[in-house]
């Protein structure tokens, strides 16, 4: 349990929210007789570096031809993109802070994350006028893959705190004020699940953007779940650990190398995979183009597929 009392992360939290951004953008969209008709959106930021850089998601503001970030007082001030990180739903924004530097929140490393332990979800859900909004809840699992209209996103942050249409791209913080994922997307028929993704993936993609503009990751293209003890022994699965595949990507490298729903993921390149996210480490280890050799389970029998790896979408 965590030793800090109440005003203590209430006075942390509040500091957050000086830091979230709400971020309203207009994309240009042509109607059935071919005109362009301006469209708003809506979204939440983290001011991450005191210059001006904001984190956010990808889907907020990909394809805005205008991005204008509203801050803690109220200033409105326009943004350009950096670049984006479309696997993980990441992106960057560079807004001008010439008259004076920006309060930036802190990060935190998201491989300390447990399950259940309480955060703080914030950011301006729906546009509303008056500040960020603050919602609270717990991890509720962690290293989740969704498939959401842009494809698949893994290794995720599950959480029951309330993320409503506008908090995308606003800080998932712990006791300590400390972003330790970025608020992505939610399951509109569900109730009490929101996903983010972990701070330590969107801190690599924000070193890679900040770098070239672009970050670009290699991905298999399966959807996987970690096998335990109990779930092989419910289904009388042929062993007792390993990723089931769940889903294969219609043209990804899994689907051209003929591993199907149903698999069991052991090796890839030699090195055992118990659990999705050892996959997922092993995969990020990777060029895009390199050739690995997985070792799968197919009807109680091991079989090896040769898969090479292509740019995520």
């Not at 004076?100 to 509303?128: C, H, M, T």
């Amino acid at each position: 349990m965590s030793n800090y009392n109440e005003n203590a992360i209430l006075d942390t939290i509040e500091k957050v929210t000086k830091s979230t951004v709400n971020i309203s953008t207009i994309r240009l969209i042509h109607n059935l007789f071919y005109q362009a008709v301006p469209v708003s959106g809506m979204g939440s930021g983290t001011i991450i570096d005191p210059t001006g850089l904001i984190l956010t998601n990808n889907h907020v503001v990909g394809g805005a031809q205008k991005i204008n970030a509203t801050l803690a007082d109220n200033e409105v001030v326009e943004g350009t993109i950096v670049g984006s990180c479309a696997i993980h739903d990441i992106a960057v924004v560079k807004i001008n802070s010439n008259r004076r530097k920006l309060q930036a929140a802190e990060l935190g490393n998201s491989d300390k994350l447990r399950v259940g332990q309480r955060v703080y979800a914030i950011g301006n859900p729906f546009g509303l006028a008056g500040g960020p909004s603050v919602t609270s809840g717990v991890i509720s699992a962690i290293n989740r893959t969704i498939e959401a209209e842009r494809g698949l996103i893994e290794n995720l942050v599950q959480t029951d705190a309330s993320i409503n249409p506008g908090n995308s791209g606003g800080p998932l913080v712990d006791v300590t004020g400390k972003v330790i994922a970025i608020n992505t997307a939610i399951i509109p028929y569900a109730q009490g699940i929101g996903f983010a993704i972990p701070i330590n993936a969107a801190k690599s993609c924000t070193d890679e953007i900040t770098a070239g503009g672009e970050a670009k990751w290699p991905w298999i293209g399966i959807v996987g779940l970690s096998l335990t003890r109990e779930i092989t022994r419910y289904y009388n699965m042929p062993v007792d650990h390993g990723v089931l595949v769940t889903k294969v990507a219609e043209g990804s490298p899994a689907d051209a190398a003929g591993l199907a729903q149903g698999d069991i993921i052991l090796e890839i390149s030699g090195v055992v995979t118990n659990r999705i996210e050892d996959l997922v480490l092993e995969i990020q280890k990777k060029k895009i183009g390199a050739v690995v050799r997985v070792l799968a389970v197919r009807s109680g029998k091991e079989d090896f597929f040769e898969l090479q790896l292509s740019e995520a979408p």
